[in-house]
């Protein structure tokens, strides 16, 4: 069987992060490029159906992103998948939502799965989105937010969260699944994935490789984006030190008072 | 792109409150877009809802109670909904921006060579073109994104950020046919509501978020549900509190928990870590309540009262329930 998980390269999530107007752009000084936080859970979930499925089961990690950030890449191998692809090309810079999925999806076609895991949402563009144009692209069966997956007869038994609950459902393979946050902590790279790393493979795609109708990158983008703004500051409010409970209580309900809140 | 057509998610009828935010929304972009609001309700109970929403001011709403929508996992609505705005031609389609709206939405902009602008705050229509307004970066930056108006365009909406006002000349609800030649690839064995029957965090108007400081699960029933009772709202979580498994992660909020912009958010015991702010900092009002006043969430509260959470809130139960009555 083989496993492809799609990884995002994103700036660090957590660190402070601020936009610069003029350029539209997240300030890149001291904000270090990682692996998107949900695609660690998506990788970590390939890794635990790689074990239960032993044999020949492998997986491949799949990012589109600047050739530069390359290296970055390597932590997914180190916390255990087995090659990678980059997609890169200048091509596709400015690519939105659209943009990338269609590109995505036809490298995927090239790659070739059983299974599909992607990421639920990305940190910088946060659209969530993302899963379901690759499905329909790819004329694949979509599950989201699976927080339990079972392969048996060459089918999926999952359970995924709902926005009100949980359900039980089949889904046949290939198919495309994303994680919930709950399907299980991320593991460590260890020291032995850290080594071994640097001898797998991170294959390399370009446009000319997906054989496009559309025109993809910024200009056949179908959203432009106009404006990027730091919000309105959120100054620091009254602080107030409360000698008990119930002058505490007061200090908050006069507050809540004066904003019509209570 | 003139009309607008809105996604309507429910299970047997039962509806989040964004619908209606959505549905009030539609009528004012379809009638700077010169167009009409469509909405699509389809599955059980379809016909139900449709009712309801008739107080709402759309122009139609295509109903069908087609109960393969409940046994299928989502491949019978992509169809509906892509089919109606087929019909109408190139359209802004409004979907919640919830767990299913995501997939929904993810589907229709590689079905309709949709553009996408997720997760919208407000609106701006200039020259016919439409600008969704939308926060990133966990409220890092105010983005502002345009859709091409000769192509489909497709909007999630955050839950809270439009105001739902019934009212207009009443909408006509209309059957929708089946689209033909549908493969459902996926089925659902078991649906389980797992509804506490408390508000939806991210649709809340208030949020009583506890944190490490309460020490423990007890406080969370004790201290922060009679509060958020007393406010009409709902109980929140820092994920230090979810790990700890005082309360089910569905409450966690922040980076990799829900984003939460309520009228009100009161965080207790709570320090502010990054990560927690980045899912709550768009909320209206910020009140916390720390034993330690140089916490990093007195930088952005608008107020903080430094004391003891386990003195402080009933306290304040208290107030605001004598205040009612
Ligand atoms: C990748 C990553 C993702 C993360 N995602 C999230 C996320 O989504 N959401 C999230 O919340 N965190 C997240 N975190 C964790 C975050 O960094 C903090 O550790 C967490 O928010 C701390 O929770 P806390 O404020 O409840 O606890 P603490 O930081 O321990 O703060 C407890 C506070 O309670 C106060 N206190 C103690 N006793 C009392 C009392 N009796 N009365 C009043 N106040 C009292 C203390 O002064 C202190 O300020 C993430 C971390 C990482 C690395
Ligand atoms: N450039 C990319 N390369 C690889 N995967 C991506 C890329 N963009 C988005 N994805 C995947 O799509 C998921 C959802 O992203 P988004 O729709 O941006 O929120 C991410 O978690 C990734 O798994």
Known sequence: MKIVVTVKLVPDPNAEKRIDPSTKRLVRTGVETVLNPYDEYALEAALQLKEKAGGDTTVTVFSMAPESLKETLRKALAMGADDAVLLSDAGLEGSDVWATSYAISHALKKVGFDLLIVGGLSDDGSTGATPGALAEYLQTPLVTNVRKAEIADGKLRLERETDTGYQDVVAPMPSVITTALTFGEPRYASLKGIMGAKKKTIAAMSLGDLGLDQPVGQAGSKTELLAANPPAVRGKGQVVEAADGAQGAQAIFDFLKERKLV | MQNVLVYVQHKGGQTPKVTFEMATKARELADKLGGKAHAVVVGKGSTQLAEQLKAYPLDVIHVN??????????????????????????????????????????????????????????????????????????????????????????????????????????????????????????????????????????????????????????????????????????????????????????????????????????????SGAIQHKVGMRSSGTIVAINKDGQAPISEFSDLTVVGDAFAIVPELTKLIAASKS
């Open chain 2, 65 to 270: 109670d087609d109960a393969d929508v409940d046994t299928f996992l989502l491949d019978p609505v992509i169809d509906y909904i892509a089919g109606a705005a087929k019909a109408i031609g190139p359209s802004l389609v409004l979907v919640p921006n919830t767990l299913t709206g995501k997939d929904v939405a993810g589907r229709l902009v590689a079905r309709l060579n949709a553009g996408i602008c997720a997760d919208a705050t407000d609106f701006k229509i200039e020259g016919g073109r439409v600008e969704a307004v939308m926060p990133k970066m966990g409220g890092a930056a105010i983005t502002t994104c345009a859709l091409r108006s000769g192509d489909y365009g497709v909007v999630t909406i955050r839950p809270n950020a439009f105001a739902a006002a019934a009212g207009g000349a009443g909408a006509a609800v209309q059957p929708i046919e089946k689209p033909a030649g549908g493969s459902y690839a996926v089925t659902i064995e078991n649906d389980v509501e797992e509804g506490t029957g408390e508000l939806a965090l991210e649709e809340a108007p208030v949020v009583v978020a506890g944190g490490r400081g309460l020490g423990g699960p007890d406080p969370f029933d004790t201290l922060l549900k009679p509060l958020a009772k007393e406010l009409g709202g709902t109980v929140g979580a820092s994920r230090a509190a979810a790990d700890a498994g005082w309360v089910p992660y569905s409450l966690q909020i922040g980076q990799t928990g829900k984003t939460v912009s309520p009228n009100l958010y009161i965080a207790v015991g709570i």
